[in-house]
């Protein structure tokens, strides 16, 4: 019985795909359950007071009908907003996923790191602290956006992307002032870690680009030590929020994270 309760990862669509990879290394017979916000996305160009009305209460519903052991907000838009929010709305461990500057700053040489998040994310008070509290002799430079989840969501369904999307994206960054100085690049939204190979495939020179997944599947996996797991991974649970059919694709797509079952709420 309690070994089938699940973890339970929520984002607005697909990118919290790249935070389940993670979690699968170091937990890999945890029962999964996968919820994605489709109805309410993309988050990244919402504003916070939507965000935080939308994701506790959606949360609230998801916990109430699978009882997940965890929930991994995988989405660092909903964390930066809402984090505090689900923490107080429910009883249960809440990991959040906030942009890696911490793990940035520590391998920038040139101290000019990149965050490359959604519109909402890279605007929040909380990069602000991150930036302050562990990145504090690094020039920070931000840029949001919403065509790299569009792009994210496009390959997943294995369409293919033009290499010039990816170039003008970094461009955002790079030709900034001081932007000349980045070397290293937070990936400060999960989508944005599977289209990792694009990114460094259009990238002017070379780059370091560093996502917080395997922080997160390292907290998640701490967080439950003690907890005893199925002898054998089931059927990962993909929880689609909204309407509208899947294309052949997207379910192959899904598959590929072990995520076999559809499911609606
Ligand atoms: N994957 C989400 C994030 O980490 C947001 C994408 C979106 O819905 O805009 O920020």
Partial sequence: ???????????????????????????????????????????????????????????GR??????????????NTASTIALDAVRAALDLPIVGTVPAIKPAAAVSKSRAVGVLGTPGTVIQPYVDRLASDFASDCLVIRHGSPELVELAEARLRGEPTAPDAYRRILDGLLS???GERIDTIVLACTHFPLVQAELEAAAPRPLTFVDGNAGIARRTAWLLRQEVWPDMPGEGVAVLIGPGAESEEFRRGLASFGLTRIERL
């Fill in 1 to 59: 019985m309690t070994a089938a309760r699940p973890i339970l990862l929520f984002d607005s669509g697909v990118g919290g795909l790249s935070v389940l990879q993670a979690v699968r290394v170091r937990l890999p017979r945890a029962p999964i359950v996968y919820a994605a916000d489709r109805a309410g996305f993309p988050y990244g160009t919402k504003t916070a007071a939507e965000i935080e009305a939308r994701v506790p209460a959606l949360l």
């Fill in 62 to 75: 998801l916990a109430e009908r699978y009882d997940p052991r965890l929930i991994v907000i995988a989405c």
């Fill in 176 to 178: 900034q002032p001081g």
